[in-house]
């Protein structure tokens, strides 16, 4: 079945599909403008299998061009709107695109040297005087490409994952069934769409009938909250970076959220404290913890918010349709308290990586997902999160997760957000340094940090460094950027070592 057919099935006609801060627009509506944006792509020669590029913010034009594109048996490929141009010309090579769908203000991203050969749709371009329908191209194989996706980039360069019509079928039914979502939701989306998790929230939200609420102005939450009071959300959604300003630097505490009723956190470890100040501050709401991956379309597991009090840090267990393992070195299932990798199978693996064979070798083997994630189970099978192998610390020669020093360090109420790396040190060989972004208002000192660590953990693992900044480096999906952190600190060391040569 072609996803977008999928997608689109279920809409009652005059119910709304989208909200914006300027309109509304409801299922026939929606499906008008992609029956018009198809035929517009089918005009401009767009052939089946061909990729169009997609480069906006959340916006109706997003998911008219998503889905139009899809509908007519080509291939999506949204892009950040951050994209350098350099890495917009690899791209575009790459994928072989040459019509690019575009809000105005992006254009300037596309290099001259390229933008010749291409065809651009600009999202206030008028297309056509009236509707045409356009049939929906039928995917006989299961397996055929529909939508081409970045990795998150937090540690290297991102690459396009390649999801099929059955990877995001899948993966949708299973995350509808687990949260139990009816027509009646009305989820506030402040994450990019062209972010598998955002992207999710579009697809399962659709699928049942369901209302998307856009704002694309989280570096302004109180903006998003209010519009979440407006609009009466029934659903958000975040990574942890969200949740870390919600909760300690913004009034979501002090609101009051009567339809709230589903909050979703994924992309990254969110500390026990936070969860549990979550949990305090919207306790008509259940919470789900969830895990997934880009090459897992998006989710692969979830913790039952029944359970959250009792199996707190866990990540749970997969999804319908998913199964999950943590194996040692052998690929065998760890026993409890041992570490292994996660390994995960399913419907909604990716087909591997666009022109990385290399890299797709690696990732998948015998139609299995190897996470890169390191994990322990505890004795009823429940998963914890230990950290990512490219950010375990070695201060003195040991092994500690980068994850359990930040987790202790949110335990400090003035800490708003924070990150953890291992820098070269000639003692240690390794030493942990803490980023910390601070509330408004408050004062820590590096010592009371350091002090803080030394109570909760072992002194040779503890931090023994604290950098305070204005804001850590994300990337377009809000997850923190250890890469990034970890080239300061090497050009701190630089700068540092040329002061004591002069």
């Given at each position: 079945m072609?996803v977008a057919?999928?997608?689109?099935?279920?809409g009652?006609?005059d119910?709304?599909?989208l909200i914006t801060?300027?309109e509304q627009i409801?299922?026939d509506d929606?499906?008008d403008?992609?029956?018009?944006?198809a035929?517009?792509?089918?005009?401009n020669g767009?052939q089946?299998g061909?990729?169009?590029c997609?480069l906006?913010?959340n916006?109706?034009?997003w998911?008219?061009t998503?889905?139009?594109?899809?509908?007519?048996?080509?291939?999506?490929v949204p892009?950040p709107l951050s994209?350098q141009?350099?890495?917009l010309?690899?791209?575009?090579q790459?994928t072989?695109?040459?019509i690019?769908?575009l809000?105005?203000?992006?254009?300037r991203?596309?290099?001259?040297?390229?933008?010749q050969?291409?065809?651009?749709?600009?999202e206030d371009?008028n297309?056509?005087?009236e509707v045409?329908?356009?049939s929906?191209h039928p995917?006989?194989k299961?397996s055929t490409e529909?939508v081409l996706?970045?990795t998150?980039g937090?540690?290297?360069?991102?690459k396009?994952?390649?999801?099929?019509?059955?990877?995001?079928?899948?993966n949708?039914?299973?995350?509808?069934t687990?949260?139990?979502?009816s027509s009646?939701e009305?989820i506030?989306v402040?994450?990019p769409?062209?972010?598998?998790?955002?992207l999710?929230?579009?697809h399962?939200h659709?699928?049942v009938?369901?209302?998307a609420?856009?704002n694309n102005h989280?570096a302004?939450?109180?903006?998003?909250l209010?519009m979440?009071?407006?609009?009466?959300?029934?659903?958000?959604?975040g990574v942890?970076?969200?949740?870390?300003?919600?909760l300690?630097?913004s009034?979501?505490?002090?609101?009051e959220?009567p339809?709230?009723?589903?909050?979703?956190?994924?992309?990254g470890?969110?500390s026990?404290v936070?969860?549990?100040?979550?949990?305090?501050a919207?306790p008509?709401?259940?919470?789900?913890?969830?895990y997934?991956?880009?090459e897992a379309?998006?989710r692969?597991?979830?913790l039952p918010p029944?359970?959250?009090?009792?199996?707190l840090g866990?990540i749970?267990?997969?999804i319908?349709?998913?199964?999950?393992?943590?194996v040692?070195?052998?690929g065998?299932?760890v026993?409890?308290?041992e570490?292994g990798?996660?390994v995960?199978?399913?419907?909604n693996?990716?087909?591997?990586y666009?022109?990385n064979p290399?890299a797709t070798?690696?990732?998948f083997?015998?139609?299995?997902l190897q996470?890169g994630d390191l994990?322990?189970?505890?004795?009823d099978?429940?998963?914890y999160?230990?950290?990512?192998e490219?950010?375990?610390?070695?201060?003195?020669g040991?092994?500690?997760?980068?994850?359990k020093v930040?987790s202790?360090?949110m335990r400090l109420?003035?800490?708003?957000q924070t990150?953890?790396i291992?820098?070269p040190d000639?003692?240690r060989?390794e030493a942990v340094?803490v980023y910390?972004?601070l509330?408004?208002?408050?004062h820590?000192?590096e010592?009371?940090?350091?002090?803080?660590c030394?109570?909760?953990?072992?002194?040779?693992?503890?931090?023994t460094q604290v950098r305070?900044?204005?804001?850590?480096?994300?990337?377009s999906?809000g997850?923190?950027m250890?890469?990034?952190?970890?080239?300061?600190a090497?050009?701190?060391?630089?700068?540092?070592?040329k002061?004591m040569?002069?």
């Amino acid at each position: 079945m072609n996803v977008a057919q999928y997608l689109l099935e279920k809409g009652v006609s005059d119910q709304i599909a989208l909200i914006t801060e300027k309109e509304q627009i409801r299922y026939d509506d929606l499906r008008d403008a992609v029956n018009q944006m198809a035929h517009y792509l089918v005009q401009n020669g767009v052939q089946v299998g061909e990729r169009v590029c997609l480069l906006s913010a959340n916006s109706p034009f997003w998911v008219t061009t998503y889905l139009a594109t899809i509908s007519i048996g080509a291939v999506a490929v949204p892009l950040p709107l951050s994209i350098q141009p350099e890495e917009l010309e690899f791209v575009l090579q790459l994928t072989g695109c040459r019509i690019v769908c575009l809000q105005k203000r992006a254009r300037r991203f596309v290099p001259e040297s390229i933008a010749q050969d291409l065809t651009f749709i600009f999202e206030d371009q008028n297309l056509l005087d009236e509707v045409v329908e356009v049939s929906i191209h039928p995917i006989d194989k299961p397996s055929t490409e529909a939508v081409l996706i970045f990795t998150s980039g937090t540690t290297s360069r991102p690459k396009l994952v390649q999801l099929s019509h059955q990877n995001l079928i899948a993966n949708t039914e299973s995350i509808i069934t687990y949260l139990e979502l009816s027509s009646t939701e009305r989820i506030m989306v402040a994450m990019p769409f062209y972010y598998c998790f955002g992207l999710s929230l579009l697809h399962t939200h659709l699928r049942v009938g369901g209302t998307a609420v856009l704002n694309n102005h989280f570096a302004f939450p109180e903006k998003v909250l209010n519009m979440m009071e407006v609009t009466e959300c029934t659903g958000f959604a975040g990574v942890p970076s969200m949740f870390h300003t919600l909760l300690r630097n913004s009034t979501f505490v002090s609101r009051e959220f009567p339809t709230l009723k589903k909050v979703q956190q994924a992309g990254g470890y969110l500390s026990t404290v936070l969860i549990s100040e979550l949990m305090e501050a919207l306790p008509q709401a259940e919470i789900f913890i969830m895990y997934g991956q880009t090459e897992a379309t998006a989710r692969l597991s979830y913790l039952p918010p029944q359970l959250l009090p009792e199996k707190l840090g866990s990540i749970g267990n997969g999804i319908p349709g998913v199964e999950l393992q943590v194996v040692d070195s052998c690929g065998d299932p760890v026993v409890v308290g041992e570490t292994g990798e996660i390994v995960a199978r399913g419907d909604n693996i990716a087909l591997g990586y666009l022109g990385n064979p290399e890299a797709t070798s690696q990732k998948f083997i015998d139609g299995a997902l190897q996470t890169g994630d390191l994990a322990m189970v505890d004795e009823d099978g429940f998963i914890y999160i230990v950290d990512r192998e490219s950010d375990i610390l070695k201060p003195n020669g040991m092994r500690v997760s980068s994850q359990k020093v930040e987790s202790i360090v949110m335990r400090l109420p003035g800490v708003v957000q924070t990150a953890v790396i291992g820098v070269p040190d000639a003692e240690r060989g390794e030493a942990v340094r803490v980023y910390a972004v601070l509330a408004p208002d408050v004062h820590l000192e590096e010592q009371a940090i350091i002090a803080h660590c030394r109570q909760h953990m072992a002194r040779p693992v503890a931090p023994t460094q604290v950098r305070f900044v204005k804001q850590l480096p994300l990337n377009s999906n809000g997850k923190v950027m250890h890469a990034k952190l970890r080239e300061m600190a090497r050009q701190e060391l630089l700068t540092s070592e040329k002061v004591m040569v002069a």
